[in-house]
């Protein structure tokens, strides 16, 4: 079974940026996609990006250009580099990892972007 560990969150102010990494440890085959979700109060679930083993990534649309999506296979991880922070990116971000049929989450980290 997959263990999630998520780091990175925290408090930024708006313009600022933050990095969330995503380990997987435990007993697996392949990770077929690693990713990020985010929920911020009220709302449901979103993805914000994705990054398949074969290097195929995916972004919401709401933050192309802004978030960077990067995964280090070796190392089973899976970072999420945001940029130029607002006040609307502050939610909780989860990590999301798909492997041998199975999808795992990360307990969430959370990021505040204040105004």
């Known amino acids: 079974q997959v263990q999630l560990v998520e780091s990175g969150g925290g408090l930024v102010q708006a313009g600022g940026s933050l990095r969330l990494s995503c380990t997987a440890a435990g007993s697996f085959g392949w990770i077929v996609v690693m990713g990020w979700y985010r929920q911020a109060p009220g709302t449901q679930r979103e993805l914000v990006a994705t990054?398949?083993?074969?290097?195929?990534?995916n972004y919401a649309d709401s933050v192309k250009g802004q978030f960077t999506i990067s995964r280090d296979n070796a190392k089973n991880t899976v970072y999420l580099q945001m940029n130029s922070l607002k006040p609307e990116d502050t939610a909780v971000y989860y990590c999301?990892?798909?492997?041998?049929?199975?999808?795992?989450w990360g307990k969430g980290t959370l990021v505040t972007v204040s105004s």
């Open positions: 999301h990892v798909v492997y041998e049929g199975v999808d795992r």
């Open positions: 990054f398949t083993r074969g290097g195929t990534t």
